[in-house]
Every structure is written in structure tokens, then in C-alpha cells.
């Protein structure tokens, strides 16, 4: 399984970035996906998670009411719908498939990450 992380850049303030993970293989409706983000100098952190049925989704305090995590299972891709983004937000964005959860260790494929900026 691979995972191929897209959409990252830089946006002011407020303004908003929609994150795509393509995963190649044939097992990907069978998993749970999550986004991560690490910022520079501090450990990864967890952002989102869903279902592999979309059908349930977690979110960090941090994020919850502007970020969004979705997933076409008909195009093995996950989303992370970010709005209102903040200075704060500002990481290398990494995707995750694995079993439901908010912890790394959960997920065993990782995609090579995407670089999203928030000016002020």
C-alpha cells in the first residue's frame, strides 16, 4: 500500500486548503485513515481520523468546527477539508491508514507528507 499526500501550500490567514491522499491498492475500503501534522521542533500530532466506512470521524480540539475529514472509497482517496486556518496550523501535513485511532502507532502505512503554511 502507498500512500500519496497532495494539496499543502501557503494560504493567509483565515483563508482555506483542501488536503487529497490517493492510497493505491485494493484494500483501502477495508481502512480506517487519518491525518497527522508535526510542526517544526515538536512530535507528530493527531489532526483527524474516520471510519473505513466514513461513516464515523474524530478531530483534535484544536481543529474541531474548521477541519473537515472525508473519503471516496470509489476513488481511494481521503480529504481534509481545512478552513479559518491559523498560524498555528502550520506543519508538514502526514496521511495514515491503519486501524481507528487517534494514536501513530495505530496506523501502519504513511504517505511522505505535505507542507501547509499559514501566514499571518
Known amino acids: 500500500v502507498q500512500l500519496q499526500a497532495s494539496g499543502g501550500g501557503l494560504v493567509q490567514a483565515g483563508g482555506s486548503l483542501r488536503l487529497s491522499c490517493v492510497v493505491s491498492?485494493?484494500?483501502?475500503?477495508?481502512?480506517?485513515m487519518a491525518w497527522f501534522r508535526q510542526a517544526p521542533g515538536k512530535e507528530r500530532e493527531f489532526v483527524a481520523a474516520?471510519?473505513?466506512?466514513?461513516?464515523?470521524?474524530t478531530y483534535a480540539d484544536s481543529v474541531k468546527g474548521r477541519f473537515t475529514i472525508s473519503r471516496d472509497n470509489a476513488k481511494n482517496t481521503v480529504y481534509l477539508q481545512m478552513n479559518s486556518l491559523k498560524p498555528e496550523d502550520t506543519a508538514v501535513y502526514y496521511c495514515?491508514?491503519?486501524?481507528?485511532?487517534?494514536?501513530?502507532?495505530?496506523?501502519?502505512?504513511w504517505g511522505q507528507g505535505t507542507l501547509v503554511t499559514v501566514s499571518s
Open positions: 491498492g485494493r484494500t483501502f475500503a477495508t481502512y480506517a
Open positions: 495514515a491508514g491503519g486501524s481507528y485511532s487517534t494514536k501513530p502507532a495505530s496506523f501502519g502505512s
Open positions: 474516520i471510519s473505513w466506512s466514513g461513516g464515523t470521524t
